[in-house]
């Protein structure tokens, strides 16, 4: 199975501030990674997804990179409904497998 | 509009049965997963489906040999049926579509969650 790892697990952060969350393949996933954030009590949302491309309806001030084993999620003037988590996911098989979660929280 | 039900308290060595009823979208049109949450913890992919369910069904190493993943696409539902729960099984377990880009996949559309809880 494909591990994917994030790190930092958690940050904190300051209104307006620019963060980035890392996420590494144990493999070579070309671009199939997505993004997806996750408040409290609520179903995931799907925000980022061929690694750099924005799903519709999301704000640009998220964006994504990467490609092969190396990937980032950069929120630049942070927003206080953008206080979540974060997952990423691969999609290079059918055995998905999402990164343990980054915890963005208020400083 | 996705909506799991039919989670609840279920001793361990029970079964459950988990319902997602789609509305407003082709249905048949997409396939499906099954992914759960247990508490306080990170998600986990549990199963997969094609649009239509002779192409192909995925699962989890956790839940291999245990659960099915199956549809209905004439009622326009997704089933996950759960044998032989384990207390490691106690989540929240969401149905989820999957969207294609050009390049590749992911969930676009997620329900509300059921909570099932394994314990005696």
């Known amino acids: 199975d494909i591990q994917m790892t994030q790190s930092p697990s958690s940050l904190s952060a300051s209104v307006g501030d620019r963060v980035s969350i890392t996420c590494r393949a144990s493999q070579s996933i070309s671009n199939n990674l997505n993004w997806y954030q996750q408040k409290p009590g609520k179903a995931p949302k799907l925000l980022i997804y061929d690694a750099s491309s924005l799903q519709s309806g999301v704000p640009p001030r998220f964006s994504g990179s990467g490609s092969g084993t190396d990937f980032s999620l950069s929120i630049s003037n942070l927003q206080p409904e953008d206080f979540a988590t974060y997952y990423c996911?691969?999609?290079?098989?059918?055995?998905?497998?999402f990164g343990q979660g980054t915890k963005v929280e208020i400083k | 509009q996705l909506v799991e039900s039919g989670g609840g308290l279920v001793k361990p060595g029970g079964s459950l049965r988990l319902s997602c009823a789609a509305s407003g979208f082709s249905f048949s049109s997409y396939s499906m997963n099954w992914v759960r949450q247990a508490p306080g913890k990170g998600l986990e992919w549990v199963a997969s489906?094609?649009?239509?369910?002779?192409?192909?069904?995925y699962y989890g190493e956790s839940v291999k040999g245990r659960f099915t993943i199956s549809r209905d696409n004439a009622k326009n539902s997704l089933y996950l049926q759960m044998n032989s729960l384990r207390a490691e099984d106690t989540a929240v377990y969401y149905c989820?579509?999957?969207?294609?880009?050009?390049?590749?996949?992911?969930?676009?559309?997620w329900g509300q969650g059921t909570l099932v809880t394994v314990s005696s």
């Open positions: 489906i094609s649009s239509y369910s002779l192409d192909y069904v």
């Open positions: 989820a579509r999957v969207f294609c880009s050009s390049i590749s996949c992911g969930f676009d559309y």
């Open positions: 996911q691969q999609s290079y098989n059918n055995l998905w497998t």
